[in-house]
């Protein structure tokens, strides 16, 4: 079944705030980390930010300052709050989990919540 499932994406203009989710199976175990990647048409995707097992963060140059990565353990979800949205945010944001599914240890994705930035 879906491992991550993201949600929060939309419309926003220029200087606004999104809130993204992601909420992870509990099918996977021993996480290491879980990362926000986003790739826009024609473009490599990229990772915005990650958060590791013991909460140690890390950001793209360019999400630092705007973005803010967090957990809350007892919902098994991930968020990112982006704030001052800039058109060049505008991209499908990916929710990547590292851990270990049936003693399998991999890299899994959710489906994917597009975000649209507005000039």
């Given at each position: 079944q879906v491992q991550l499932v993201e949600s929060g994406g939309g419309l926003v203009q220029a200087g606004g705030s999104l809130r993204l989710s992601c909420v992870v199976s509990r099918n996977i175990f021993s996480i290491s980390a879980?990362?926000?990647?986003?790739?826009?048409?024609?473009?490599?995707r990229e990772l915005v930010a990650s958060i590791t097992s013991g909460d140690s963060t890390n950001y793209a140059d360019s999400a630092k300052g705007r973005f803010t990565i967090?957990?809350?353990?007892?919902?098994?979800?991930?968020?990112?709050q982006m704030n001052s949205l800039k058109p060049e945010d505008t991209a499908v944001y990916y929710c990547n989990a590292r851990g270990y599914i049936s003693g399998s240890f991999d890299n899994y994705w959710g489906q994917g919540t597009q975000v649209t930035v507005s000039s």
């Open positions: 879980v990362g926000w990647y986003r790739q826009a048409p024609g473009k490599q967090s957990r809350d353990g007892a919902k098994n979800t991930v968020y990112l």
